[in-house]
């Protein structure tokens, strides 16, 4: 059940229009005392059910953002890791390079001497 559809539970606080009491008097109750009990327990079940829902979406939201932290963390570490790689790799050609260059350097250099 969504947030939003809660908003339309009969008894709800948004039914009501509160307003800040103009004296320091507890307000009276009107009506019998089942009718007043019975208000009550739906105001209870409705706020349950609100903190209910709002806990967990904020749960939901909180492991997402622990997964993403995590993704983006393995990310960064796997971006090191192919980096270094990279490089790696990138060094070997250039002394497989070198070598040939000075090896047959040396070749001709024998040679000719």
Partial sequence: MAVSSLASFPGGTHERHYRKPASKNLPEVIE?????????????????????????????????????????????????ELTGSFYRLRQDSIDEELFDVVSGFEALTVKNA
Avoid: H, W
């Fill in 32 to 80: 019998t005392g089942s009718a007043t009990l019975r208000a009550c327990i739906r105001e209870y079940l409705f706020v349950s059910l609100f903190r209910a829902c709002a806990e967990s979406l904020a749960s939901e939201n909180a492991s997402r953002l622990a997964a993403m932290q995590r993704a983006d963390k393995n990310s960064a570490e796997m971006l090191g």
